[in-house]
């Protein structure tokens, strides 16, 4: 399975990005969708999570400004942010994992993308 991630950039505070990730390979596999991120000096943190049947996961820190959808026909995933703040920046990472939702905040994704980079400016 390859996560290829696009849609980083940098944004002012109260801004908006939408990253996308497109799945390819053996995608019949991944039930769970999720997107972490990771910034200097902290731990990855699990930002949210969708599941096939669309099922949702979200980070107390994002929700209510971060959405995220798939569509399964087309093996993409999407992060919309809205009303960023600097504390958004990080690099975001798509991840997949064969499980639930709760399998991957419990053990991890089984897979990874490279990641695309955020950055918001106060």
């Known amino acids: 399975v390859q996560l290829v991630e696009s849609g980083g950039g940098l944004v002012q505070a109260g801004g908006s990005l939408r990253l996308s990730c497109v799945a390819s390979?053996?995608?019949?596999?991944?039930?769970?969708m999720g997107w972490y991120r990771q910034a200097p000096g902290k731990e990855r943190e699990l930002v949210a999570a969708?599941?096939?049947?669309?099922?949702?996961y979200y980070a107390s820190s994002v929700k209510g400004r971060f959405t995220i959808s798939r569509d399964n026909a087309a093996n993409t995933v999407s992060l919309q942010m809205n009303s960023l703040k600097p504390e958004d920046a990080a690099k975001y990472l798509c991840?997949?994992?064969?499980?639930?939702?709760?399998?991957?905040?419990?053990?991890?994704?089984?897979?990874w993308g490279q990641g695309t980079q955020v950055t918001v400016s106060s």
């Open positions: 969708i599941r096939s049947d669309m099922d949702t």
């Open positions: 390979g053996s995608i019949f596999i991944i039930n769970t």
């Open positions: 991840a997949g994992i064969e499980g639930d939702i709760g399998n991957m905040i419990l053990r991890g994704p089984d897979y």
